[in-house]
């Protein structure tokens, strides 16, 4: 199974942009890279996915590092509801949608 | 829209004992995953089903087993319970083997005792 590595945990004031980092440097080039949040007392949800390029949604954009060893999930303005643990996940494509959590980046947002 | 749907919440079983849990998926989804997470740790993937069949498993036990019926929901079997199986029990549904998204339940929390 592909292995990320994120740092344990990161804190953030309200308001202010949020880059949670995440390595990867066994990826493959058929790897797509998934980010999902648990908020507490939740089951996980899906943020943000991509393969090569940066990617936008509503909800966050990823950045992807021109050799893909690496990628960073950006939250553009943090908001208390945004604390959760973000788990960036390589989807290995010839397992379908199985996904392998890691330990994930606990996000605690300050007022 | 109901999103996953997870039946118990909760439950308490005692060790040896056996348990089911059940899981609706989203509606139009027809692929259904599951996951254990143990306390402070990351899902774990214990078997997809799709087409009423087991299609992917992860390291987990013959203990664990499951089913997938023809409107799609599924259940979640364990035999022979050991204290270490107490965790939540999540359900993930999708639209096919190879949906990008994953939509999960709430979860259902067995305590072993």
């Known amino acids: 199974d592909a292995k990320t590595t994120q740092p344990n945990s990161m804190e953030s004031n309200e308001e202010e942009p949020v880059h949670l980092p995440c390595n990867h440097s066994?990826?493959?080039?058929?790897?797509?890279i998934h980010w999902y949040r648990q908020l507490p007392s939740q089951g996980p949800e899906y943020v943000i996915h991509?393969?090569?390029s940066n990617v936008n949604n509503r909800m966050a954009s990823l950045a992807i590092a021109e050799d893909r060893k690496s990628s960073t999930l950006i939250l553009h303005r943090a908001t208390l509801r945004d604390a959760a643990v973000y788990y960036c996940?390589?989807?290995?494509?010839?397992?379908?949608?199985?996904?392998?959590f890691g330990a994930g980046t606990i996000l605690r947002v300050k007022s | 829209d109901a999103g996953v749907t997870q039946s118990p919440t909760h439950l308490i079983k005692t060790r040896g004992q056996q348990v089911t849990l059940r899981c609706s998926p989203k509606?139009?989804?027809?692929?259904v995953s599951w996951y254990q997470q143990a306390l402070g740790q990351g899902p774990q993937f214990i078997f997809q089903?799709?087409?009423?069949?087991?299609?992917q498993r992860g390291n987990f036990p013959d203990r664990f087993s499951g089913h997938q019926f023809p409107n799609y929901s599924s259940e979640l079997n364990v035999n022979a319970l050991l204290l270490g199986d107490s965790a939540l029990y999540l359900c993930?549904?999708?639209?096919?083997?190879?949906?990008?998204?994953?939509?999960f339940g709430q979860g259902t929390r067995l305590t072993v005792v």
């Open positions: 993930a549904s999708s639209l096919g083997e190879y949906d990008t998204e994953a939509f």
């Open positions: 066994t990826i493959s080039g058929t790897d797509y």
């Open positions: 991509g393969l090569t």
């Open positions: 996940i390589l989807r290995e494509l010839e397992y379908g949608n199985k996904l392998v």
């Open positions: 509606s139009g989804h027809d692929t």
């Open positions: 089903y799709y087409e009423e069949e087991e299609r």
